[in-house]
């Protein structure tokens, strides 16, 4: 699994998106599909997705202009030092602190929400404090191991400052999170996009390459402005801790951190080290077009990822104790997973060129084969995740950690065996190849821990939708691209279809109002 520091659980009313202060813990239905408070969560994070990927788009296709393939390529390697450093800095503590803060909100102990939120707040930026000072320490080492020089040290000091900013602004974000302020959390997501580009694409339009580093920092200080302006809302009783309180809360927001911790550092990790390999084997041009594919490949999985972090996991930790339940809500939450992701995908495989040129330039199109084989890899990814989150609900953090450290090895071993290969598009075989051992893997733990099984619906969806991938990749092969681009829209448009008629006789649309239910049952007939 992948990233899933950055989706941790959300105690909040998905639904209305109201602020919720209360302390009283979440009702379970029992026996109620789920479907419908999947799709109301998904709508909401999900919309706040979609205007960051437009967001994304206008920055993306500025800086790929001002910068070209190398300085994009300079631009990914960057933030993938920050990345780094912010994971290991943090500890997990952030990820942790969404699960203790829920935890005590759903306790209905104010003190408890009171004392987590408070030790949480300065653990956070003592860690940031201390991130930041190894990142200035090491900057030339950490020079030479990415660049094979010392050229770029004064950049990587200038990142401290970017890691200590995410990192306070991971703690306020953390606290917004775990009180289920989900409509807060969409905003502030939104607004911190939009802050983001306004500083960043000046700067880079000024400086170029040498405005990358102070890019990345000035996104990082608007995220600090945009979650203290949510987080600030958030009242919590007056606390004084004693010196136990606080060894205790800080011992227990370590504790559970290092799994987190070393799931975002390993994927982290993972990325970056590809990243290296290819600046070394291939060059900077190289890392650049990985990087455009890597980034347009995580958009519209994304937004499933995000919607799917921010409620699944609170309500499948609540029943984690019921594996019936449990393994219910995983195969539904897999389900809108395939069906919301699937047409996505591809329509990425069909109009990847077309994609290539409008965020980028016409210097990006050797990153088209790429770009496909990181989709695939990303829909592998939206279907193995709730699987993932069984492991984590059930408090294995020794098990989390093995399966992430086993699909760490995977995809960077397969990543240097297949670009000595076959080049640059061996990086994207390796992702999807590394998500199918992956897969494989976390199947049969959760078969052990709560006999997990795919539903017959989903053994057919997934039949379905990898048969039309693959169709679609033999037509790519035999058809001259103007009749595959019509194959491929066809394809898409009756995935599409498919997709919402089985979300609507599943009722998942029961939610909305009447007039908009009615064309999505007709649109899905």
């Known amino acids: 699994m992948a990233e899933i520091p950055g989706l941790m659980p959300v105690q909040g009313d998905a639904a209305a998106g109201n602020a919720v202060t209360s302390t009283e813990p979440p009702k379970a239905e029992e026996g109620k599909s789920t479907y419908g408070q999947i799709l109301k969560s998904t709508a909401l994070v999900g919309g706040a997705s979609v205007a960051n990927i437009v967001i994304g788009m206008i920055r993306t296709k500025v800086l790929a202009i001002f910068l ?8 990914g390697l960057y933030g993938s030092i920050v990345d780094v450093a912010q994971s290991v800095a943090g500890l997990g503590v952030n990820s942790s602190g969404v699960r203790q803060i829920a935890d005590a909100v759903g306790s209905g102990d ?24 190894v990142l200035v320490v090491f900057s030339r080492q950490i020079s030479t191991l990415t660049f094979g020089n010392t050229e770029h040290a004064a950049g990587i000091s200038l990142l401290a400052a970017a890691v200590l900013f995410r990192e306070i602004s991971a703690a306020q974000g953390a606290l917004v999170q775990g009180m289920r302020r989900i409509a807060d959390l969409a905003k502030l997501s939104v607004l911190g996009a939009v802050f983001g580009v306004l500083i960043s694409i000046p700067i880079v339009y000024f400086l170029r ?12 200080a608007m995220s600090i402005l945009t979650s203290w302006w949510y987080s600030r809302k958030i009242k919590t009783r007056a606390t004084t801790l004693t010196h136990s309180q606080l060894k205790h809360e800080t011992a227990a927001l370590v504790k559970l951190g290092f799994a987190f911790m070393a799931s975002g550092l390993m994927m982290m990790g993972s990325a970056y080290v590809v990243r290296i390999i290819i600046v070394h084997k291939l060059g900077l041009n190289a890392t650049g077009l990985y990087q455009s594919s890597w980034t347009l490949g995580g958009l519209y999985i994304g937004f499933v990822l995000q919607a799917m972090g921010a409620d699944f996991y ?73 699987l993932g ?34 080049g640059l598009d061996g990086a994207g075989i390796a992702f999807f190849g590394a998500y199918v051992f992956h897969g494989v893997l976390i199947y049969v733990l959760v078969r052990r821990l709560t006999g997990f099984r795919w539903t017959r619906e989903n053994t057919k969806l997934g039949l379905v939708l ?33 997709a919402v008629r089985v979300l609507a006789r599943s009722h998942a649309f029961d939610w909305i109002p009447g007039p908009m239910r009615r064309a999505a049952d007709a649109l899905g007939r």
């Open 314 to 386: 609170p309500r499948l930790t609540a029943r984690a104790a019921d594996h019936i339940a449990c393994n219910r809500m995983v195969n539904e939450q897999a389900q809108v997973g395939m069906l919301l992701g699937g047409p996505g995908v591809l329509a990425t495989l069909t109009f990847a060129p077309v994609v290539i040129t409008l965020f980028y330039t016409a210097e990006f199109e050797a990153a088209v084969g790429l770009l496909r084989w990181i989709s695939l890899g990303g829909i592998l990814r939206a279907i193995n995740w709730p």
């Open 209 to 220: 390459e040498r405005g990358v580093a102070p890019s990345l920092v000035g996104v990082a």
């Open 466 to 498: 990898f048969g039309a991938i693959l169709a679609l990749f033999f037509t790519l092969l035999m058809l001259p691209f103007p009749l595959f681009l019509a194959v491929g829209l066809t394809t898409v448009l009756v995935s599409l279809g498919y």
């Open 389 to 422: 989150f069984i492991i984590l609900a059930k408090g294995e953090q020794s098990l989390f950690f093995w399966s992430e450290l086993a699909w760490t090895t995977v995809n960077v071993g397969l990543t240097w065996i297949l670009i000595e290969a076959i």
């Open 110 to 133: 104010p003190d408890r929400v009171a004392r987590t939120a408070a030790v949480l707040r300065h653990v956070s930026v003592i860690l940031g404090l201390l991130g930041a000072s």
């Open 68 to 75: 070209g393939p190398a300085g994009f390529g300079l631009f």
